[in-house]
């Protein structure tokens, strides 16, 4: 079967960029919205009396408070408040000139402390939003059942490292399974059994790829197993000893079920998905009809890798 097909806006790829540009950043942006307070000041001070610099003051208090932290966001706004006075000291002198400075400073300490507290709330607000949303895309992605991936997220993945190895030139070998016997498990001793020996599977297979390998649910009782940077000798190896592991959990388990993988390694850039991940099903439904429990696998050639013109008179090398 072919995984579904994705749905991706790459939404929290944006929001991921942001946060990694965010904590970088951090320190030299907040350093820069203080630096940027005395040149407005500087600027206050130098020109006519009459033009009023108060709004400006908000830009550097907006880029302390949300690159730092609501303590930094209101120091600003103090030292805004501060620079102020220093900027217009002369204007003290005149009758009267205390009182107004004293109740103009009062209503700038009031107006950016104000501005301060109500942009960071607002700052935690969409962070707690973009945080839900990127925990909401994660499960999207997960299988409710199994814990692994999904159809969706397999795609995804395999659509990722199709990129990656066009780029670099390294192969990369995708692998499907279907567990034999499953059926008849549920038949005879329902489906909390079964799905018991799905999580089993799931939970073996995620123990035994590497971190930079992908183990997914793709539907029913099949799954996906994606082996980026990975040739044909090596990933034969990791399907022997998946399917030797998936063996002996399934003896603890006292069920008999085996497994059909087909999988295919593609030695150059792959510009096609969908014909990985047809070419890896045709390979696990052959396994399926010659007798099951094996493993069928293919090496793609240069031209096969490119469009899948023929896949059956394409094949180079199987197992």
């Not at 990656?164 to 001793?189: I, Q, S």
Request: with cysteine.
């Amino acid at each position: 079967m072919a995984a579904e097909r994705r749905d991706n806006p790459r939404v929290t790829t944006v929001l991921r960029a942001v946060r990694e540009f965010e904590g970088r950043s951090r320190p030299l942006v907040v350093g820069a919205g203080f630096v940027l307070v005395f040149a407005i000041g500087f600027l206050d001070a130098s020109t006519d009396v009459r033009l009023s610099f108060a709004t400006l003051y908000l830009l550097p208090i907006s880029l302390v408070i949300w690159f730092g932290s609501r303590t930094a966001g209101l120091a600003a706004g103090l030292v805004s408040v501060a620079v102020w006075l220093v900027s217009h000291r002369a204007l003290a002198a005149g009758p009267g000139g205390a009182v107004v400075m004293a109740w103009n400073a009062f209503l700038r300490v009031a107006l950016y402390l104000a501005f301060a507290l109500t942009l960071f709330a607002l700052r935690r607000t969409l962070r707690a939003l973009a945080d839900a949303l990127e925990r909401e895309h994660e499960l999207a992605r997960v299988d409710g059942l199994t814990g692994v991936r999904n159809a969706r997220a397999f795609r995804e993945a395999a659509e990722a490292e199709v990129s990656r190895a066009e780029r670099y030139g390294r192969p990369l070998t995708l692998a499907y399974l279907d567990a034999d016997g499953f059926k008849m498990v549920n038949d005879t001793y329902g489906h909390s059994a079964g799905d018991r020996v799905l999580r089993i599977i799931a939970q073996t297979l995620h123990a035994n790829v590497r971190q930079m390998d992908t183990a997914a649910r793709l539907g029913g009782d099949e799954f996906g197993l994606l082996f980026p940077e990975t040739g044909p000798t090596a990933a034969t190896g990791a399907l022997r000893k998946i399917q030797g592991a998936l063996a002996e959990a399934m003896a603890r388990e006292q069920v008999d079920v085996t497994f059909c993988i087909g999988a295919v390694t593609a030695m150059r850039p792959v510009h096609s998905v969908d014909g990985l991940l047809q070419r890896a099903d045709a390979l696990m439904y052959e396994v399926k009809r010659r007798g099951k429990n094996d493993i069928k696998t293919e090496v793609l050639d240069a031209d096969l890798a490119t469009d899948f013109p023929d896949p059956a008179a394409r094949r180079v090398a199987t197992e």
